[in-house]
């Protein structure tokens, strides 16, 4: 069914006001609109929109004839005049509900205007001090324009004058370091430092780059610093020569702090060249006091060892006694003697284990005193051994100090250093010269030790010639050589001499005749002259050097060998021809068996082993 449509028409200011209540806002008189509108104007609102929900609940039909023109007009209302349709869903809008949700959203809005205000008004505060900042930002751009046009010059500036400073400026660490550091490395570093700068200032004089006055004065400034390194110098040397004479010094240790600040000595040499060459005289009467003070010491202490040679040496005594020096009669020469006793003596029974010592390269060694001092009376040594001692120990020492004194006092000149080093070691190669005569007269009868003795000093010349010692120490061990061997061919004399007093005793000829002796079986005396020769000629050789023919060593093996075959020969004689064949080849065939079984013995004197094989050939 249809229902004829009812118009009624609504006066233009009653349809402003509904109108202005329906679009919020676009009346300039309505408060609500404007969010600012009392509670009175609202419920005005509120009551005019009752009354038009009312009207249309009653009437669906009606409809509303808008006439006039006004500005802002609401979405639907396309002309003055024109109705609007009726729409269903207008019916089940709920206005109370939305009502109350208007005045929420109304009074939220108000809320937030009440938090927005200091913002606003820091907004505009803002706005009014933009102006005052942007003039104070063109004034420091223009600051700043300036500033770094100053920057360009002054770099300019210092580039022209940085090198200069640099090179004629001296740091005030450099000053205090030289003034009151400790003398070591670093303070070395700064003498470095002062010297390159006193030479950079004189490459600045009557230059136009610096001023010549502030050359003049800081040439002044460096030749007073180098007055006050003189100064501390001066004192730091005699501290530590004053060192080398207390009772527990160790030159070692102090000529290591020297050498770790050597530079200080050049730099004296090159500043005051007669104050550096007092010190270095200071330095060699005081090292050659400490040498001789502690070598006397030592030796001291290698006079209480005890020598293995006193045993065979009757009347000898090494230690300290009231008995007198032995004499050189055949009685106290027990270690010469070839009898022919049951047992072969101690003496030959240890010249393999004195050889294994000798051809030992790690046998470099010397004994401390203290141990010396301490050492047990039980504990024994030979000859060649104490020599050891003393002489590695004058060598070691010779190499330390030539080293150092290169070294620190920066000498090159091949005759100051000798000179320099004779200085120091005179006495002490005095002192070792008379400890070698004082071995010798308690060891008269050692001929293997003596012959030891001499190859060690062969190996220590070769040792001088690695480490490039001077000539001094050659000369040192050369008279040490003409000590020992004219003490070793007197052995040999009375050796041979030996022999044949052995071989020609009464006791031997009468136990051969009397056939007491078993002929098949070598004499005592033959084992241990076998003994002897063959080690003899293992030490033939020098061992440091090749073959020398002319060492006495050859001539005294010859003597001995041609001694030992006439008095063989001569004992045989006694024997009639067919036992005299056969005791000489049982004796020259152990000798050939001695010689030829080892095979140093061949390569070293092979005409000698041929000789006895010959013999025992002919005697065959």
């Known amino acids: 069914m249809s229902i004829a449509p009812h118009r009624n028409s609504i006066s233009k200011r009653s349809s402003s006001i509904i109108g202005g209540h329906n679009r919020f806002g676009n009346h300039p008189n309505d408060r609500t609109v404007e969010l600012g509108h009392g509670q009175n104007e609202m419920r005005t609102t509120i009551s005019r929109l009752e009354y038009l929900n009312n009207k249309f609940n009653i009437d669906p039909s009606f409809d509303i004839e808008v006439s006039g023109e006004e500005e802002g007009q609401e979405a639907g209302l396309e002309h003055e005049g024109q109705a609007l349709k009726w729409n269903s869903e207008f019916m089940k809008i709920d206005i109370q509900q939305k009502e109350t949700a208007f005045a929420e959203y109304s009074c939220k809005i108000l809320d937030s205007l009440e938090l927005l205000k200091p913002l606003f008004k820091y907004i505009r505060s803002l706005e009014m001090n933009l102006d005052s900042l942007s003039n104070e930002m063109e004034a420091l751009k223009a600051r700043l324009t300036n500033l770094n046009e100053e920057i360009k010059k002054n770099a300019k500036v210092d580039q022209a004058l940085t090198p200069v400073l640099m090179d004629i400026l001296i740091s005030p660490q450099t000053v205090q370091i030289i003034c009151n550091a400790t003398i070591d490395e670093n303070w070395v570093n700064q003498l470095t430092v002062l010297s390159e700068k006193k030479e950079i200032l004189q490459a600045y004089k009557d230059?136009?780059?610096?001023?010549?006055?502030?050359?003049?004065?800081?040439?002044?400034?460096?030749?007073?610093?180098?007055?006050?390194?003189?100064?501390?110098?001066?004192?730091?040397?005699?501290?530590?020569?004053?060192?080398?004479?207390?009772?527990?010094?160790?030159?070692?240790?102090?000529?290591?702090?020297l050498l770790s600040v050597k530079e200080i000595m050049v730099f004296l040499k090159n500043r005051n060249p007669k104050l550096a060459k007092e010190f270095e005289n200071a330095y060699i009467y005081t090292i050659r006091w400490y040498y001789y003070f502690n070598f006397v010491k030592y030796i001291s202490s290698l006079e209480n060892l005890t020598l293995q040679e006193n045993e065979f040496d009757t009347d000898s005594a090494f230690k300290h006694t009231t008995r007198p020096l032995p004499s050189s009669s055949t009685s106290t020469f027990r270690s010469l003697l070839l009898d022919n006793s049951d047992s072969i003596n101690e003496y030959l029974i240890n010249l393999p284990r004195r050889l294994e010592q000798l051809e030992d390269e790690s046998n470099k060694y010397s004994i401390l005193a203290q141990i010396a001092e301490s050492a047990?009376?039980?504990?024994?040594?030979?000859?060649?051994?104490?020599?050891?001692?003393?002489?590695?120990?004058?060598?070691?020492?010779?190499?330390?100090?030539?080293?150092?004194?290169?070294?620190?006092?920066?000498?090159?000149?091949?005759e100051e250093l000798s000179s320099t080093m004779k200085q120091m070691f005179s006495p002490i190669f005095k002192l070792g010269t008379n400890f070698t005569k004082y071995l010798l007269q308690y060891c008269k009868s050692d001929y293997f030790g003596i012959l030891?003795?001499?190859r060690r000093i062969q190996k220590m010349e070769y040792e001088i010639q690695m480490r490039c010692l001077p000539e001094l120490f050659q000369t040192y061990l050369n008279?040490?050589?003409?000590?020992?061997?004219?003490?070793?061919?007197?052995?040999?004399?009375?050796?041979?001499?030996?022999?044949?007093?052995?071989?020609?005793?009464?006791?031997v000829v009468?136990?051969?005749?009397?056939?007491?002796?078993?002929?098949?079986?070598?004499?005592?005396?033959?084992?241990?002259?076998?003994?002897?020769?063959?080690?003899?000629?293992?030490?033939?050789?020098?061992?440091?050097?090749?073959?020398?023919?002319?060492?006495?060593?050859?001539?005294?093996?010859?003597?001995?060998?041609?001694?030992?075959?006439?008095?063989?020969?001569?004992?045989?004689?006694?024997?009639?021809?067919?036992?005299?064949?056969?005791?000489?080849?049982?004796?020259?065939?152990?000798?050939?068996?001695?010689?030829d079984s080892d095979s140093s013995i061949k390569e070293k004197k092979p005409d000698l082993t041929d000789h006895y094989k010959r013999l025992v050939e002919a005697y065959s």
């Open 510 to 595: 009468k136990q051969i005749m009397n056939n007491k002796a078993n002929l098949l079986i070598p004499l005592k005396a033959t084992q241990s002259f076998s003994m002897v020769l063959s080690n003899m000629v293992k030490l033939v050789q020098n061992l440091v050097f090749e073959l020398e023919t002319s060492e006495p060593l050859n001539g005294s093996i010859e003597r001995l060998s041609s001694t030992y075959e006439k008095g063989m020969i001569q004992l045989a004689s006694n024997l009639d021809p067919n036992k005299r064949k056969l005791f000489l080849y049982v004796n020259f065939q152990l000798m050939y068996n001695v010689l």
């Open 376 to 414: 047990n009376s039980n504990l024994k040594f030979f000859m060649e051994q104490i020599f050891q001692f003393l002489n590695q120990t004058i060598l070691d020492n010779f190499t330390i100090e030539f080293n150092f004194i290169m070294g620190f006092f920066d000498i090159t000149d091949n």
């Open 452 to 454: 030891h003795t001499i």
């Open 479 to 507: 008279s040490q050589l003409m000590v020992l061997w004219p003490a070793f061919q007197n052995n040999i004399d009375i050796l041979c001499d030996n022999i044949t007093a052995t071989l020609m005793s009464t006791s």
């Open 207 to 257: 230059s136009d780059k610096v001023n010549q006055d502030n050359i003049t004065h800081l040439s002044q400034i460096i030749e007073n610093l180098e007055k006050k390194c003189v100064e501390r110098i001066k004192k730091f040397l005699i501290d530590h020569i004053k060192a080398f004479r207390g009772i527990d010094s160790s030159s070692v240790k102090i000529q290591k702090k």
